[in-house]
T-cell receptor, first 115, second 117 residues
Framework: DTAVSQTPKYLVTQMGNDKSIKCEQN?????MYWYKQDSKKFLKIMFS???????INETVPNRFSPKSPDKAHLNLHINSLELGDSAVYFC??????????????FGPGTRLTVL | AQKVTQAQTEISVVEKEDVTLDCVYE???????LFWYKQPPSGELVFLIR??????QNEISGRYSWNFQKSTSSFNFTITASQVVDSAVYFC??????????????FGSGTRLSIRP
């Protein structure tokens, strides 16, 4: 059974388009995250949600808007895509961070290519 | 500010050699957590180990071992008798303990390990 799933796995689109990436976890975790991994493999956190509430927003352009309809889902919507948005986007989840830190479980990643 | 440094960008060894991946971290917190993740060529991120700042015991898991030394702010990872399947990018990461609602992991830049047959 997949613990953290993301769709789509690959996304190729033109500059200026709007696209969404979906993430779902079936681990019963309260906290979910989005990370961006650039072409040099550098991984950086973008957002964190705890039980549908935004708790971390790491100076990401406001073209990126996360949405958490429930604590098992955290979707990422990107408006007006730019070339620099090309990257692999990872979703992750962990148990409630307020109870002490637990390891994060990552989804398989979504490779976004903006042409 | 928190920081994780993996000075070795790429390492290449012949199969069966032992290899150590270095990780040095900076934090002002007295309570924190350290992690290692593996990213094989298939791209997924695989959790390997978590260590909290109060537990300096070294850990061994099969061919993998970790050496945590607070005195030098290092958390090094050694693979003994390396195998081709160990080829991957390895990330060291640091997180501060959470007593409010927010925490985050800071990743190092990764070390690409290539094991040659």
């Amino acid at each position: 059974d997949t613990a953290v799933s993301q769709t789509p796995k690959y996304l190729v689109t033109q500059m200026g388009n709007d696209k969404s990436i979906k993430c779902e976890q079936n681990l019963g975790h309260d906290t979910m995250y989005w990370y961006k991994q650039d072409s040099k493999k550098f991984l950086k956190i973008m957002f964190s949600y705890n039980n549908k509430e935004l708790i971390i927003n790491e100076t990401v352009p406001n073209r990126f808007s996360p949405k958490s309809p429930d604590k098992a889902h955290l979707n990422l919507h990107i408006n007006s895509l730019e070339l620099g948005d090309s990257a692999v986007y990872f979703c992750a989840s962990s148990q409630d961070q307020r109870e002490g830190f637990n390891e994060q479980f990552f989804g398989p990643g979504t490779r976004l290519t903006v042409l | 500010a928190q920081k994780v440094t993996q000075a070795q960008t790429e390492i290449s060894v012949v199969e069966k050699e032992d290899v150590t991946l270095d990780c040095v971290y900076e934090t002002r917190d007295t309570t924190y957590y350290l992690f290692w993740y593996k990213q094989p060529p298939s791209g997924e991120l695989v959790f390997l180990i978590r260590r909290n700042s109060f537990d300096e015991q070294n850990e061994i898991s099969g061919r993998y071992s970790w050496n945590f030394q607070k005195s030098t702010s290092s958390f090094n990872f050694t693979i003994t008798a390396s195998q081709v399947v160990d080829s991957a990018v390895y990330f060291c990461a640091l997180s501060e303990a959470v007593y409010s609602s927010a925490s985050k992991i800071i990743f190092g830049s990764g070390t690409r390990l290539s094991i040659r047959p």
